[in-house]
């Protein structure tokens, strides 16, 4: 018996390996969605191992496929199961095609990967499409050096997928800030349909008790945040130092580790900690905005979140951007700095405690990322909004969804 389709349903793709970049971006989207659209339900797919660390918002829920895991030499394993990537892989692929069949949605919204890990959301998007249903692709403002991304989707047959499969392809950033498809070979077609939807705006209404307990009288803290902690032990590392080397630093700091940073370097930063008057640490907040809109400064890696999130709340950011195995980060960190929205930390310098106690005394003077105008910065969110708005209200009650959107699509671009 067919649903009745003023019912309306989105399904994100997240491929999620190591990291909690991808799950915080399509559950913001799917928050701001579910907020502002009373009959909408968001179902999540994601491989991420603590994906049920997280709350979400009524009518959004998650399946939770397999996890994977990246290793050094850029291959996947298994996160947990004793079986070889190509079973797991396959066993994720038929998750996702089943539930995408049986959830029926009217839109499939794919984060990053155009085919997904290993090619394993192909079927689906074929399936899909088959049936009418709208395909987005969205992608973060920078996906890597172009040079590298060109080698790796020529790899990954990407550029076909935009081409073929692909209805839209949202890029969650503006080009004068970077532009992902910049410099990449791809077909007029592709351009055609590509929206930059401007960044996507975190938002901060919960009350909760402090993470921390610092005396009354003293500043604020600077927030020191390595999102996943997968790779932010040198970041930790460095900071500490700084505070056993100048104890004097005026405004203490909060670390947050992450909660896949290793557990004896978990272990022997706390022991630190411990030792130091002004630091205090803690290993994971899932509701880490909280963290942020006290803060004097926000010191962390120079992921797409958290670079969303130095702009949402306005605080004066310094970024110490990782290079491999992607320039990602610093190709954002530069840009940014470049237009005076935050302000970078050299990943080649000697890293010595003199210069970050030197970094973490001017962060809280910094300038203000508001102190630039850029129109249509945090946009992100809203221009979604819009766009699921015409697309599902254009669409017949029994008719071709996929034709109701392009037009829905076609009426975006004229105001754009």
């Not at 920078?142 to 590298?148: E, L």
């Not at 020191?224 to 932010?232: A, E, F, H, K, N």
Request: charged share 25%; glycine share 8%; aromatic share 6%.
């Amino acid at each position: 018996m067919p649903r009745e389709r003023n019912r309306a349903r989105l399904l994100i793709y997240s491929h999620d390996s190591f990291g909690l970049g991808h799950l915080r971006r399509c559950r913001a989207i799917a928050h701001s969605l579910v907020d502002h659209r009373a009959d909408l339900s968001v179902l999540i797919l994601s491989g991420s191992p603590i994906i049920g660390s997280f709350g979400f918002r009524t009518r959004v829920d998650f399946v939770r496929i397999p996890g994977v895991i990246k290793l050094r030499r850029g291959d996947y394993t298994s996160l947990s199961l004793e079986m070889s990537i190509e079973e797991t892989v396959a066993l994720r692929a038929s998750i996702i095609k089943h539930t995408a069949e049986t959830f029926d949605p009217d839109i499939f919204l794919v984060d990053k990967e155009p085919l997904g890990l290993r090619g394993e959301v192909k079927d689906t998007l074929t399936m899909l499409k088959d049936r009418g249903t709208p395909l987005v692709l969205g992608l973060r403002d920078v996906m890597d050096d172009t040079k590298q991304l060109a080698q790796e989707w020529q790899r990954k047959q990407a550029i076909p997928a935009l081409d073929k499969l692909y209805d839209h392809i949202w890029v969650y950033g503006l080009p004068e800030v970077c532009d992902p498809l910049e410099g990449l070979p791809i077909p007029a077609g592709v351009a055609d349909k590509t929206r930059y939807t401007g960044y996507l705006r975190r938002t901060w209404t919960q009350s909760s008790p402090p993470a921390v307990a610092f005396p009354e009288d003293w500043p604020p803290y600077i927030l020191v945040t390595t999102g996943g902690g997968g790779d932010g032990a040198a970041l930790i590392d460095w900071v500490l130092r700084a505070y056993e080397h100048d104890p004097d630093i005026p405004n203490p700091a909060l670390l947050v580790l992450g909660p896949f940073m290793r557990s004896n370097l978990q272990a022997d930063f706390m022991e630190r900690v411990n030792r130091l008057d002004k630091v205090e640490a803690i290993t994971f907040d899932a509701n880490v905005e909280g963290l942020m809109v006290d803060a004097a400064g926000i010191l962390s890696m120079g992921g797409y979140n958290i670079f969303c999130e130095i702009l949402s709340f306005d605080r004066p950011g310094l970024i110490f951007p990782r290079t491999v195995p992607r320039q990602e980060q610093y190709i954002r960190a530069s840009r940014a700095q470049d237009l005076g929205l935050i302000r970078m930390l050299p990943p080649n310098s000697d890293r010595t405690p003199e210069e970050m106690a030197a970094a973490l005394r001017r962060l809280p003077h910094q300038p203000r990322p508001s102190e630039v105008r850029i129109p249509g910065l945090l946009d992100g969110l809203s221009t979604i909004n819009g766009m699921v708005d015409q697309w599902l209200d254009a669409r017949p009650g029994n008719g071709d969804s996929h034709r109701a959107a392009e037009h829905s699509l076609s009426l975006a671009r004229a105001k754009g």
